[in-house]
Structure formats: C-alpha cells, structure tokens
C-alpha cells in the first residue's frame, strides 16, 4: 500500500531532476540562461502531459515561493551600492511602476478591447520586473555592481507596488468602488505598514542574532523572518512582500555583519543560495508546464502587440528617468540605459496574479491567456538576447589584467586552503611530519612567487589596483565589525564600546564613500 502524499513527492523529485539536467546542460552544453530553459523544458513537460497533477495557483507563488526567492534576492542588495542608486531605484519603482500600469493599460484598451477597469488591471499585472536570469548573467559576465543593484532593486520594490496596485484595482472590479482617496490611502497603508513591518522585524532578527552563536538556530531564525514578516504583513492588510524585501536589506546588510561569525555567514549565504536555486527551478519548469499552449497560439497576434506596446512604454519610462537623474546630477552611463529597459524581464508575479484573478471577472480567460503569452515572449526574446546586448554594448567584459588578478587570487586562495589542510592533518597525525614540512615549504615557495606577481600586476595598472583595494577595504571593514559583534557574544566587550566603535566605522565609511561619490561625478560631469 503506498503512502500517503508519494505522488506529490515523485513529481516534485522528478521536477528537480529534471531542473538538475537542464542546470548541466546550460552550464556545459547549450549556452542559453538557465531560467529560459527551464521554461523550455516544462513546455515539453506539458506538452507531453508528463505532469498533470502539480500546478501553479496564486497561494503557492505568492505564499510559499515568493518569501524565500524575495528575502534571497534582498540579503544579496549591499546597502552602500543601494544608497548611491537610490534615487533611480525608486524612479523606476514607483512612478515608473505606476506610469508603466497608466501607458499600458490605455494600449492594453485599444489592442484587447477591454474596459478601462480591466485594461489598467492588466497594465498593473504585467508591470512588475523578475530579472532572474538577467542577474545569473551580471553575475557570469561580471557587470558593474551598481548597475546590478539598480535592476534588482526595481524588481523587489516594484513586485511589492504591483501587488498593491493590483489589489486595489481587482477590488474596483469585483468589489465595491475605490476613489481615488481611499486608493491612496491603501496604498500608503500598504507599502508603509509592510516595509516598517519588515524593518521591525529584521532589526529584532538581527539583535537576536547577536546573541546567539550557532549556526543551525541562526539559519533557522533568517527563515522564520523570511515567512514571518510576510505573514505579520498580511494579517494587518499591509505588503507581505515589502516587509519581505525590507527585512531581507536588514538582515544582509546589519544582521550579516555586525551580528553572524564568519562561519555562520557562509552557512546562511550557501543555504540561501541552494533555496532560491530549488525555487526557481521548480517556478521557472511550473510556468513553462502551464502555460495553454493552444490558447496562447489563438491569441499570437494580441499577444505580439502587447508585448511590443510593453517594451516601448518600458524604453519611454527608462529615458526618462535617464533625462532626470542626469539633470539631478546622478546620471547613469550611456550604456545601462538599454540594459535596464531590456532587462525588465515578466515572470512569476504576473503568472501569479493572473492566476488569482477570480472567475467573476469578465474576460479572465482571454486576460490570462495574454499574461501567459506576455510572460512566455519576455523570456525567450529578451532572455534569450539579453547576452549579446551585453557584449555589443561593451558591459561585462573583463580586462585582460582584471582576469589576471582574479586567477592569481583563485591561486593563492587554493593555496591557503591547502596548507590549512596540511597542517590539520598533520595535527591529527595522518601525515608524517617531515612529509608535511617538506609540503608546506613548496607551497609558501609557490605563495612567495605568486605574491611577486600580484605585486607587480597591481602595481603598473592603476584601474585594477582602484578595484582591487576597494573590495578589500569592504572586505575589511565588515571583518572589524563582525569582530566587534563576535567581542560581545563571547562578553568580551560591553555594549557602549561597541557602539562606540561600530559607529567611528561607519563614520569612516561614509567619508569614503562621499570622496567616492565627488570622485564619480566630476567623471559624470565630465
């Protein structure tokens, strides 16, 4: 007699089988980005009806996948980077957000024939970005971080916008009728109460975890905040997802820092990792497993147009934006423009949404099949091109001497990771020691000539020397300050102290990063 439930877990252990081979062969074989394939991949799924009784709804995107994917993406944001593109962010996250819902819904009204009720909940559906695999690329091509932050800091502000925007509207239709006061006063209620939820929760979060030093309950504690923040959120008809997003900055920019040893943070940082690789792979195969390919096909030509209406509505707004930040001083390069208009990707917000538009509302059917249709175009087209745009525009390309310094870096970290290992061994006595002197010696040899060669590199190239301390003085500075939340688990140190010296750091930092601002626009400027 089987178990209960043992079909639900065969499908899921064969859907992260099969995100497993398409992992390889992207990796290995077929050089596309990782997500698009796995959208590839549960096309055929469907196609073949190889799954039937494992689908998408709303709950489980919004509920169940969207907390970790979201806190994930948050922990990753450095708050510094954040700070200097603050004011593109959230151009392109709130009025960019809600232009963009306006713009297309007046197209969406002219292409589809719906109402403008409808029209615009369709705008605010598509609105929201999930640049997945467009941030997999920046990460292999090795991008610039501060254009890196500026689209996924869109994506996990405006994913929270647009879900409010889209409550709000989806309550215009099937529910009583909300001027445009009271529509204000929802979203305000919604965005404020959910980020001060997040951040209320995160900083308790991060003071809880200077007081613990093991990593498993540390691990567990980031999870509980990741659904935690959500839930608290919801249950006051606020922003699950901006608490999330909040929550997650604390938690990997505070929290992180001050409050985890270095083991624990490499513990969080290779969990994380691994939940959001298993997410999305099983988001990314669910999409592409159900999607309707026939009524997708029925309705190609909408379907065409409101992508292309779509993507110049997104080219208008990030101009724009453009033209503003430059006359504010805060100007972004010639060449991120495109990056971050194409980079807009749709996925699993829209997919979402359109799946918990009630029965009761007209044209659901025809609206879905278009989101579906939209969602599927962004992802090949824009997925699938979003790498050569990298490489025409010149983004992403490291110099000969950056690809030098990182493999001697690659080298000497081996290296120490080698004679760490040779004496612990040595220690527990399963290498003689003259065996283990004579290794180590070959190996400082080895480290001594490397160092030379580091030397020499950093010292005739100026623009890799700049790279190069930058990431070491950040990597510096986070070391004191784990130190410092390390002094005061163990009670070495007592609190005013601590404070005292965390703050003569931060201190420091900022004047360092405000001769760096001065420093990047006189470039600007010039």
């Not at 922990?75 to 980077?81: E, R």
């Not at 975890?209 to 606020?238: M, N, P, Q």
């Not at 080698?418 to 070959?442: D, N």
């Amino acid at each position: 007699m089987e178990t209960p439930g043992i079909d639900l877990l065969t499908t899921l252990m064969s859907l992260l089988v099969v995100s497993s081979v398409v992992a390889i062969l992207t990796r290995n074989l077929i050089r596309i980005p990782y997500t698009v394939a796995l959208v590839l991949a549960g096309l055929l799924i469907g196609f073949a009806r190889l799954i039937e009784d494992f689908h998408l709804s709303k709950e489980l995107i919004l509920v169940l996948f969207m907390p970790p994917i979201l806190f994930e993406g948050a922990l990753n944001i450095d708050l510094k980077t954040l700070r200097h593109q603050m004011s593109g962010v959230l151009l392109l996250a709130i009025p960019g957000t809600l232009l963009s819902t306006y713009l297309l819904g007046v197209a969406s009204h002219y292409i589809l024939g719906l109402n403008m009720a409808l029209a615009f909940l369709l705008g605010a559906i598509l609105s929201p970005t999930d640049p997945v695999s467009v941030l997999a690329l920046f990460r292999e091509q090795t991008v610039d971080r501060d254009l890196a932050v500026v689209v996924e800091g869109e994506s996990v502000f405006n994913d929270g916008l647009g879900v409010v925007l889209y409550l709000i509207l989806l309550q215009n239709i099937v529910g009583s009728r909300v001027g445009l006061g009271e529509a204000v006063q929802i979203f305000t209620w919604q965005v404020l109460v959910g980020a001060g939820s997040g951040l209320g929760l995160g900083y308790l979060c991060h003071r809880l975890l200077g007081k613990i030093d093991d990593h498993l309950i540390e691990v567990t504690v980031s999870i509980l905040l990741s659904f935690g923040c959500y839930i608290v959120a919801e249950r006051f008809h606020a922003s699950g997802v901006m608490a999330v997003v909040v929550a997650g900055i604390i938690i990997g920019n505070y929290g992180r820092v001050f409050s985890m040893s270095p083991g624990t943070r490499l513990a969080l940082a290779h969990f994380w990792e691994v939940i959001a690789f298993v997410i999305n792979s099983l988001l990314f195969l669910l999409i592409g497993i159900d999607l309707d390919f026939s009524s997708i096909i029925g309705q190609a030509l909408d379907i065409g147009m409101v992508f292309v209406a779509m993507t110049i509505i997104r080219f208008l707004i990030v101009w724009s934006i453009a033209a503003l930040l430059r006359v504010s001083k805060r100007a972004w390069m010639k060449s991120w423009k495109p990056v971050i208009a194409w980079g807009g990707l749709k996925g699993s917000i829209p997919i979402a949404l359109a799946l918990g538009l009630p029965l009761s509302v007209p044209h659901r059917q025809d609206m879905v099949s278009v989101i579906f249709g939209v969602v599927l175009l962004s992802l090949l087209l824009q997925g699938l091109s979003f790498k050569l745009l990298l490489k025409k525009l010149g983004l992403g390309r490291s110099s000969l001497d950056e690809i030098r310094l990182e493999t001697m870096l690659c080298r000497l970290m081996e290296i120490s990771a080698s004679m760490r290992h040779l004496g612990l061994e040595c220690g527990l006595g399963t290498i003689p020691r003259f065996v283990c002197r004579e290794k180590i010696h070959e190996l400082k040899q080895e480290r001594d000539a490397l160092e030379i060669e580091l030397n020499g590199l950093v010292s005739k190239s100026p623009e890799v020397r700049a790279s190069y301390l930058e990431r070491l003085d950040l990597n510096i500075r986070r070391t004191r300050l784990a130190a410092i939340g390390d002094g005061l688990r163990r009670g070495i140190l007592k609190e005013p102290v601590a404070a005292s010296r965390r703050a003569e750091l931060q201190k420091e930092e900022k004047e360092n990063s405000t001769v760096t601002d001065n420093l990047a626009g006189e470039e600007d400027g010039g």
